[in-house]
């Protein structure tokens, strides 16, 4: 069954304690990006898991093997259930942020994180896709970047709903689609290009839906949640 994983990008703490006091409950994760991660540091994430959820740590580690491998063994020490590493970093920087993470979180008796790979960010149109280098149409890239990702031993990848059901054709359905750019039916799309309902990426095998705006920016955030997870049959 398709999981809700929920953007809290802010860096106000009232608006961080209003969010998270009213998600509470709900059957959903959360997500923690650049935002809250740099106004709040790190231990958000046990903080965050403290309340009774999930993290997903947006960190999008991209560099050298070495460097992301010993960044993925602070990210695991955090206690986050799931962290993303960028697959244009190429084979080796992916291998290594799963070994690390994985010895990490086994020395310290913790789970071992989910490990996903970013492929084509949904906020690009085909014709940023192509000013950016990749040659195809954004589904081919990313099926070329996920495949990067498998061969190196990620759990999934981070696609559009677009996306999701090709990559699962070339790196097996238990590979999972973290799928990003989803908005309810009528809603902007804001800075998004590739969007979907949260029914179609359910229907496209999509493993998690991340709903950012749509709920944060709503008056009442547990509404605009339950109505998501209703939209997604949870």
């Not at 860096?11 to 923690?32: F, H, T």
């Not at 903080?47 to 960190?59: L, M, P, Y």
């Not at 950016?132 to 099926?143: I, K, N």
């Not at 969007?195 to 709920?215: H, K, Y």
Request: hydrophobic share 45%.
């Amino acid at each position: 069954m398709s999981e809700l994983i929920i953007a809290v990008d802010v860096r106000e703490e009232g608006k961080l304690n209003d969010l998270l006091s009213a998600l509470q409950g709900q059957p959903v994760w959360i997500k923690l990006g650049f935002e809250s991660l740099y106004a709040f540091g790190l231990p958000l994430v046990e903080r965050v898991r403290s309340r009774g959820f999930k993290v997903f740590a947006d960190v999008k580690l991209h560099d050298i093997p070495n460097t992301v491998g010993a960044a993925s063994r602070v990210v695991a020490r955090s206690g986050a259930s799931l962290f993303n590493v960028h697959c244009a970093g190429g084979h080796a920087m992916c291998a290594a942020a799963v070994q690390e993470s994985s010895e990490e979180a086994a020395r310290l008796g913790l789970p071992g994180p989910l490990v996903v790979g970013v492929t084509i960010l949904t906020s690009l149109a085909a014709e940023d896709v192509t000013a950016v280098g990749y040659s195809g149409t954004p589904a081919q890239a990313a099926v070329r970047l996920a495949r990067v990702g498998h061969g190196a031993g990620l759990d999934g990848v981070v696609c559009s709903v677009q996306e999701a059901a090709g990559i699962k054709i070339a790196c097996g359905a238990e590979f999972l689609a973290v799928c990003p750019g989803i908005r309810p039916s009528g809603a902007d799309a804001q800075d998004q290009k590739r969007v979907a309902t949260p029914r179609d990426a359910v229907e496209a095998g999509a493993d998690f839906l991340v709903v950012g705006r749509p709920i944060t920016g709503a008056a009442d955030p547990a509404a605009a949640c339950a109505t998501i997870l209703r939209e997604m049959g949870r």
